[in-house]
């Protein structure tokens, strides 16, 4: 589908990911023309490298999740020297969604008051109680495996399925964190233990969920959200790359500027325009189009959840290269703050799975296998023998941290490319510094033969958050509770930018439900004048 | 025997019943991916003493850290990717020669009495 010159459509939106998806399904649902510029494709379902015996090798090169090294047409360069953690994405129909691990949990309330209960950074000007009825209803859509019930969190309705199973490494922390008395949980996972949405079956444990989900339990947008929003009458117009944002002389948003796959450029007029291309795109977008910027923190705050890794090695098999890669289990027991610590807030750990041979053999989880005599030994002594955790920190926003323009890197078209800078805060450092000694604890109390830890994962800037900050004061934030600009009326930013902090987890749940609850509050808006 | 077999026998000698390095794909594989491991290749290969001795590879290691972490990377991979080299693991440890998909896995039933500890626990999120 093409949109030729001069087309007006009621609603634009920028970005067809997570936040993208849901906005359009929930717009298109309430009778609103929609439509989506993206710039990237639909992922080919039919050629996924987990279906061939290259997988590994495919996650280095044309499925990795940084864009600097998978080099795709879509994929526009990020210039990320001066960042001390590299960011991730997907640029397609589903966004990074296509790559991600599904761990879905959500914020918990104290999230949302940081300033008020610790003293540090600031407040939302939401709470959790205005989004609950949202992270309820993406549960359902989304389809999620887990369990009522955790004291850790408040209640929320049963879960759509059980919970995924744990797995040889993630029973073994759970009965390790009994022992210690930490407090864990089976993790709240966007797959599908059973069935669950149009076009989708279950997951059959194969382990290397970011490289893409051949049966569709895993639930990237493109596989949830976007079959309902086109059903809906959604309008997607892939291989659209927008460079700018138009707007009049009364500060007033009028459409954008994008270029086709084939470099030519096509305006589009639209009433209102929502931006969903990530905290490092819609940052850039702004940037570009120099607007909605009187506070300055366009593009300022960037958050990614600094995060180390510690590695068990078990004399016994526990054969975590099956199963979903993130899953199985989580453990809070440090994610609040506690006044005998030397930091605020926390962080959680995350029981993940291991590698398969190439990775085991080249390292990640694990330092590299030494090469020479003894080579193989090592490898059947670690393959199939490991398990990890992740430690994951809140990541208090700072406004060194950003995206800028990029003065001398651009994409195919010319345009100037994201530059981000990003330095690990004495906070984040403090709870990573304590994160992994309660990690190597928790695999000492699990009989570990050997650990290994990674004090901090460079290639870890899945999470692109803070970069167009919600808020009630135009000088202090770029948009408003309702995800409207403060300066452009009839613009929104409803993707991962709008994040006040950034908790010490996942945040595509709470990503989707700001979206729908933003999604919501402009229908409303839209009923109210009419009804005037 | 070329100089680059040579160097992936020292890398990967066969035993513990793999196959040497050199009687796989690894060579094959590398070569007609030099735009991203071909820079990594010449240096290494340019540093390489003759007659190759481990000793020499260790030091050649030690000369160019990156350039050789980049050569045994695209070396492991090959290996690992090889079908004699996953026969040899699955043979060793049961885990499939083939591909994760279209098999998989069996996904076992979720045991709930796993629960049991930190479902008695009391409620720890702070109420704001
Ligand atoms: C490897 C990996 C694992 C992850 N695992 C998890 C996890 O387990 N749990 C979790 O909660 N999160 C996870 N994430 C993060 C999660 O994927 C993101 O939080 C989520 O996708 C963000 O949603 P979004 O809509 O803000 O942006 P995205 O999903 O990134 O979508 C943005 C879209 O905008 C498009 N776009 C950008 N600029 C333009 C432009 N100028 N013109 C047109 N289109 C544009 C992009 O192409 C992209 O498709 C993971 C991410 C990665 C990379």
Redo the contacts with the bound molecule.
Sequence with gaps: MTAGRGDTVDCLI?????????FAWRLASAGIAVTC????DWADYSALPSLGNDWEAARQSTHH?SSNIRRKR???PIDDADAAIKP??????????????????RFRPSDFRVRTLDGVADDWPIRYEDLAPYYEENDAIVGVAGLAGDPGNPPRSPRQMAPVPLGGGGARMAAAFDRLGWRWWPAD??INTATHGEGRSVCNNCGPC?LGCPTKARSS?DVTYWPMALKSGARLITG????RIETDSRGLATGVA?FDRDGSVHRVKASIIVL???????A??LL?SDIANRSGLVGRRLMHHPTGLVTGVFAERLDDYKGPF?ASILCQEFYETDPGRPFKRGFQMQCVRADGPVGTACGGYLPRVPWGHGHHRAFLETFAHTTSLTVTTEDLPEEINRVTLSPTLKDRFGVPAAKTTYRVGPNAQAILDFGLERATEAFAAADASRVERVPLIAPA?????GTARMGGDPDSSVINADCVAHDVPNLLV????VFVTAAA????????AI?LRAADRLIADRHNRRAV | MTKLAALIDVLLPGDEGFPSGSATKVEAWLAVRLDRFGAALETVLAALPDPLTVAGVAAVEAAHPAAFASLLTGVYTAYYTDPVVRGAIERATGYSAGPPQPKGYELPPFDPAVIAAPASRAPSWRKV
């Design positions: 920028v970005g067809a990911g997570a936040a993208g998806a849901a510029l993206e710039q990237g999740p879509c994929d526009p991730l994405m997907y640029n397609g129909v589903g966004g990074s969604t296509i790559h991600w691990g599904a761990h879905f949990p996972m966007a970011d947008a659209a790359s927008v460079f994008y969903a291309a990530n905290g490092v795109g819609t850039r977008l570009l993130a800037g899945f999470h692109l958050l409803v993707d991962g930018s987890l996942n945040p595509t749940s709470t990503i989707q979206a």
